[in-house]
């Protein structure tokens, strides 16, 4: 795996989620405990830095009110009632242990569930030559897998870091890693990843022993080659 052609993408790593007092923590809490997903993913992100890949933070946000939504259902209703990621909040902001480095790129506008739909992700990703888009976050089986599933449409090689995403509960958790994930992606966790995340061997020339090129012996002895004296 190529890290100049590949991106971690980070969905919804935000205080809401990920933090003591924020909105969804008490949700969602026990699945991170049991996946440590959010140590996984600073050293995913640390690693991917330190490797050339690029790290892509998409965070959700709404004005006072959220008048993005007009007349919200389902998932999307309960962010609105409990008044979840409201921009310039404490809420919305992105956890202090993933915060994004001068090199990492923030992705803006995601308004629904698919990181693509509302924002300018597929234009970043396309126009920095990225072939392989691995994904963590929030949820496992809401915005990860929407995300997972455009990803797959548009092309993309998909990577879905398992111990690096957490949702309502445990059952939903294995439901998505069982039936979805494989579908649409690459799944693995973490350590596998990073293991795979190595930029390519540079192809070594072979050399005799007294240090020239078996290369140019050979070409010497091939089949245009003169061998009569």
């Known amino acids: ?19 003591p007092r924020g909105v969804f923590h008490d949700v969602v809490k026990d699945v991170m405990r049991s996946t440590n997903m959010l140590a996984h993913t600073v050293k995913v992100a640390n690693a991917a830095r330190a490797a050339g890949a690029a790290v892509m933070h998409v965070a959700i946000s709404f004005a006072d009110g959220y008048r993005e939504l007009g007349h919200p259902y389902g998932i999307l209703k309960d962010v609105a009632d409990n008044q979840a990621f409201r921009k310039d909040t404490w809420g919305a902001a992105i956890v202090e242990v993933l915060k994004p480095q001068p090199d990492d790129i923030v992705i803006e506008g995601k308004r629904g569930l698919d990181a693509f739909a509302s924002t300018n992700l597929d234009f ?9 888009v691995a994904l963590a ?5 809401v915005c990860v897998e929407s995300t ?5 449409e548009r092309g993309f090689d998909v990577v ?36 795979r ?7 070594r020339v072979p050399r005799s022993a007294n240090g020239r090129d078996l290369l140019l012996g ?8 003169d061998t009569t004296h």
Do not use: W
Not at 124 to 132: A, E, F, Q, S
Not at 137 to 141: C, D, I, K, P, V
Not at 197 to 203: G, I, M, N, S, T
């Open 1 to 19: 795996m190529d890290p100049k052609t590949t991106a971690v993408v980070l969905i919804e790593f935000q205080n809401d989620f990920t933090t």
């Open 124 to 132: 970043i990703l396309r126009h920095k030559g990225i072939r392989t």
């Open 137 to 141: 976050g929030f949820l496992t089986n």
């Open 148 to 152: 997972m599933r455009s990803a797959y």
């Open 160 to 195: 879905t870091l398992k111990d690096c995403t957490a949702t309502l509960s445990q059952a939903a958790q294995d439901a998505a890693l069982a039936h979805s994930f494989g579908v649409f992606s690459h799944p693995m966790n973490h350590d596998e990843f990073l293991k």
């Open 197 to 203: 995340l190595a930029p390519p061997r540079a192809r």
């Open 218 to 225: 050979a070409m010497s002895c091939g089949p245009d080659s």
